[in-house]
C-alpha cells in the first residue's frame, strides 16, 4: 500500500477559508478515489495560513482490472449467409480490440468480452489532483498576476509525492517539486522524501500542520499561562478556530492593560479584547475579568517585550475610546435616547427603530396577558429595549447591544429585572446559546422577533437558500427555543396576525409566516424525531400551540401498530370529500354500527396524548369489524351518509392525533 502527500504553499489565506478548504479538498479526493474504485484507508487534510496539506495513505497501486460485457449489432447484420463475419461485425471487433473468434452471440446478438487494465494510480494522480483543487470554492476568489484561474491567494509552491518518487503536477502556475518551506522565520526549502517525513520536518521548521494539534497547543499554553495568575479563561469555539488558523507555531504570551478600564462595562472589554484583536482574556475563578490577557503569537525566539508593548499600544487605544463612550452615555438616563431612535430606519417601509419599539410594547402586553403574567417591568423593558441603538458606545460596538442596554439600564436605577430583561431580549445569540431566563426577557424578545420576522415577510422579503433578511431563521429558532423551553402556552397564530395588524404596511402573508414557522420546528427537532412523524403531526397547525405539537410528537413516535395505521388511513381514504351529515342512530342496520358508534362517543382527549393513543388503539377490533360487516357506500343514499357520517366521527378523533396519511 501506498501514500500520497500534497502541499500547496500559499501567501496568508483568510482564517474563514481554510475550514471550508478542508472540507472540500477532503471530499474531493474521498469522490476522485471511490470513482476512479482505488482502494485508500484514510484521507488526512491538514493547513496552516500558508499551506494546505493532503496525506492519503493505504492505497492500491492501480485501479483494479474490470473485465465488461460489451453489446454489439444483431447477428443477422454482423455475420452474412456462411456465417462469416461482416464488415459491421469486423468493425465492433476492431472497435472492442477482440480477436473475430472471442465474438459470441446470445439472444440474436453479437457480444464481446473485453478486459480493461486499471490505470497506475500515479497517473490518475497526475490527471486529477490539479482538478480537485481546481474546484475549491471560497469568497473573494481573485486571478493573480497573469493567471487566468481564480484562487483565495497566490501560489508560491506545490509539493507532490507517492511514497519517494515525486509526481509531477502543476496547480494554475506552478509545477510541483519535492521542496517544502518552514516557518516564515526558519528553514526554507526542505527536502521531502517521502509522506512520513513530512509533520515532523514541518515541526523541526516550527511548523505544526495539523491544526487539532495547535488547537491542542494553544489550550494547553493558555492554559499554564492562566494557571501562574490563578486565573481561568473563557474561550469560544469560533475564537479558538480563528487563532488556531492565522498561526503556524503558536506561542502565548501573557499582557496587561491599566486596572482603570475595569471600571467599564466587562462585555465592553472583552469585545475589544477578543472580537476585534483576538486576545483571550483571563478571569478570577470567581468569573470577574482581570486587567490582564493572553495572546497568541506565530512567533520563534523568547524575546516577548516588544509584543507586549505592541499589544499594549493597541488595546488601551481602543479601551480608551470605550471608556471616553461609557462616560459621555451615562452623563444621561437611557431613557433619554428612547427619542433618539425615531431618526433611525428599522427597515424600509416599517417605519423606524421608534416605530418598531411601540410596536415591541404592544406586543409585549398581548404576550403577558395571553400568558398570564401582570408584571410592569414587561412594559418598561419593551420602552427600553432598543434604547441604546442610539449610544455611542453600541454604535462603535454593534455586537454588543442589548450587553450596553442593561449596563445603562443599571446605572439609570433602573429595575435589575428591567435591565436583565433588556440584556435577554436578544437571547438566544446563535443557534446554541442559552435562552432568555426571565419572563421580561422572554416576552419583549419574542414580540421583537415576531415583529421583525412579520416585517420581512410584509415587505416581501422571504428567507431564500442564499439569503436570510434581518436574520429571520435565527429569529424563528429563538422564538421556538424560548416557547418550548420554558413551555410558554401561546398560540403563534393568533401573535403572528397581531403583529401584522400592526405594521404600516398591509400584507394578507399571516400563512406564509406560519409555514416558515413549522419548517422552521420540523428543522429544530429533526435530530430528535423522525421526519415523518414531524410532517404528519404538523397537519394540525402547531402553531396553535407548539408545545402541544411536540406532546404529540412524542406520542406519535412510540407508535408501532400496524391496524391503528390500515384503519385510520381506510377512513381517511373514504372520506376524501368533507362531510356534513349528521349521525342519525335509527338508520343504523348492524350492531357493528351501534358499537361503532358508543365506542367512539367514549373516547375523549383528557391532556395525555399516550393515553389518547392507546384509545385509540383499543377501538381498532371495532373498527375492523365494522368494516367486515357493513358496506359504507350503500345504495339507500341516507343510510350511506349516515355511514359517512359516522366515519368522520371518527376521522375527528384521529386527526386530534396526527395525520396518520402521512405515516
Known amino acids: 500500500m501506498s501514500k500520497y502527500l500534497l502541499e500547496v504553499g500559499v501567501e496568508e489565506l483568510p482564517y474563514k477559508f481554510i475550514p471550508m478548504a478542508i472540507s472540500q479538498l477532503r471530499e474531493g479526493f474521498?469522490?476522485?478515489?471511490?470513482?476512479?474504485?482505488?482502494?485508500?484507508?484514510?484521507?488526512?487534510?491538514?493547513?496552516?495560513p500558508r499551506r494546505l496539506a493532503v496525506i492519503v495513505d493505504g492505497l492500491s497501486a492501480s485501479q483494479p482490472d474490470v473485465e465488461k460485457v460489451v453489446k454489439g449489432p444483431i447477428s443477422t447484420v454482423a455475420y452474412d449467409e456462411n456465417k462469416n463475419l461482416t464488415k459491421a461485425g469486423e468493425g465492433f471487433a476492431k472497435k472492442n480490440?477482440?480477436?473475430?473468434?472471442?465474438?459470441?452471440?446470445?439472444?440474436?446478438?453479437?457480444?464481446?468480452?473485453?478486459?480493461?487494465?486499471?490505470k497506475n494510480t500515479k497517473d490518475l494522480l497526475q490527471e486529477n489532483v490539479p482538478v480537485i483543487f481546481s474546484k475549491l470554492q471560497g469568497p473573494h476568489f481573485m486571478r493573480w498576476g497573469s493567471n487566468d484561474v481564480k484562487f483565495s491567494r497566490p501560489i508560491r509552491w506545490v509539493l507532490s509525492i507517492l511514497d519517494g518518487e515525486e509526481v509531477k503536477i502543476k496547480i494554475i502556475d506552478k509545477e510541483s517539486s519535492n521542496l517544502t518551506n518552514g516557518h516564515r522565520f526558519s528553514k526554507q526549502n526542505i527536502v521531502i522524501n517521502n509522506p512520513d517525513e513530512y509533520v515532523s520536518k514541518l515541526k523541526d521548521a516550527y511548523v505544526i500542520v495539523n491544526q487539532d494539534e495547535r488547537k491542542a497547543r494553544i489550550l494547553e499554553l493558555t492554559k499554564i499561562e492562566a494557571d501562574k495568575l490563578n486565573a481561568v479563561t473563557k474561550i469560544s469555539d469560533d475564537l479558538l478556530e480563528e487563532v488556531t488558523f492565522i498561526c503556524e507555531y503558536p506561542v502565548a504570551v501573557t499582557c496587561s492593560f491599566d486596572e482603570e478600564f475595569l471600571t467599564i462595562p466587562q462585555e465592553v472589554a472583552v469585545t475589544v479584547m477578543e472580537t476585534h484583536q483576538r486576545y483571550f482574556a483571563l478571569y478570577t475563578k470567581a468569573g470577574k475579568l482581570i486587567n490582564k490577557f493572553v495572546t497568541i503569537t506565530n512567533y520563534i525566539g523568547n524575546d516577548f517585550e516588544n509584543i507586549k508593548a505592541g499589544n499594549l499600544r493597541v488595546i488601551k487605544a481602543r479601551l480608551d475610546d470605550a471608556v471616553f463612550f461609557f462616560k459621555e452615555d451615562t452623563k444621561k438616563p437611557l431613557e433619554s435616547y428612547v427619542e433618539n431612535l425615531k431618526g433611525m430606519t428599522f427597515q424600509k417601509g416599517m417605519g423606524s427603530v421608534y416605530d418598531k419599539t411601540q410596536r415591541i410594547i404592544k406586543l409585549s402586553e398581548k404576550i403577558a396577558s395571553a400568558l398570564g403574567v401582570n408584571k410592569p417591568s414587561i412594559k418598561r423593558t419593551a420602552e427600553l429595549c432598543k434604547a441604546d441603538l442610539a449610544t455611542n458606545l453600541v454604535f462603535e460596538f454593534t455586537e454588543l447591544q442589548?450587553?450596553?442596554?442593561?449596563?445603562y439600564a443599571r446605572v439609570s436605577g433602573e429595575s435589575a429585572e428591567v435591565a436583565e430583561g433588556i440584556k435577554e431580549h436578544y437571547f438566544p445569540l446563535n443557534?446554541?446559546?442559552?435562552?432568555?431566563?426571565?419572563?421580561?426577557?422572554?416576552?419583549?424578545?419574542?414580540?421583537?422577533?415576531?415583529?421583525?420576522?412579520c416585517a420581512v415577510f410584509a415587505s416581501g422579503r422571504k428567507p431564500t437558500g442564499s439569503s436570510d433578511p434581518l436574520g429571520v431563521r435565527r429569529a424563528a429558532l429563538g422564538i421556538i427555543k424560548t416557547i418550548l423551553e420554558y413551555d410558554l402556552k401561546l398560540d403563534l397564530s393568533k401573535l403572528i396576525l397581531e403583529s401584522l395588524e400592526l405594521l404600516p404596511v398591509k400584507s394578507d402573508c399571516k400563512k406564509d409566516v406560519e409555514e416558515f414557522f413549522v419548517q422552521r420546528l420540523i428543522i429544530f427537532l429533526n435530530n430528535d424525531y423522525k421526519k415523518t412523524v414531524l410532517e404528519a403531526c404538523a397537519a394540525n397547525n402547531p402553531c396553535k400551540d407548539l408545545c402541544d405539537y411536540v406532546k404529540r410528537v412524542n406520542a406519535v413516535s412510540d407508535l408501532d401498530n400496524t391496524a391503528l395505521l390500515e384503519n385510520a388511513n381506510r377512513v381517511l381514504r373514504i372520506l376524501k370529500e368533507e362531510v356534513n351529515a349528521e349521525i342519525n342512530e335509527s338508520l343504523f342496520t348492524f350492531d357493528a354500527e351501534k358499537n361503532l358508534y358508543n365506542e367512539v362517543k367514549k373516547i375523549n382527549f383528557t391532556g395525555d396524548y399516550k393515553q389518547y393513543l392507546n384509545s385509540l388503539i383499543s377501538l381498532n377490533p371495532v373498527v375492523t369489524k365494522f368494516f367486515e360487516d357493513v358496506l359504507v357506500m350503500d345504495n339507500d343514499e341516507k343510510i350511506k351518509n349516515n355511514r359517512l357520517a359516522l366515519l368522520n366521527g371518527l376521522k375527528n378523533k384521529y386527526i386530534i392525533l396526527t395525520d396518520f396519511s402521512k405515516l
Not at 101 to 118: C, H, M, P, T
Not at 431 to 453: L, N, P, R, W
Request: glycine share 8%; proline share 1%; no cysteine.
Open 30 to 48: 474521498k469522490n476522485f478515489l471511490e470513482t476512479n474504485k482505488v482502494e485508500y484507508k484514510d484521507i488526512k487534510v491538514m493547513a496552516t
Open 97 to 118: 480490440g477482440v480477436n473475430p473468434e472471442d465474438l459470441y452471440v446470445e439472444d440474436n446478438y453479437l457480444y464481446a468480452k473485453i478486459s480493461i487494465k486499471g
Open 431 to 453: 443557534a446554541d446559546s442559552e435562552t432568555a431566563k426571565s419572563i421580561e426577557g422572554q416576552v419583549v424578545g419574542i414580540a421583537d422577533k415576531i415583529d421583525t420576522i
Open 402 to 407: 442589548g450587553f450596553i442596554g442593561a449596563d
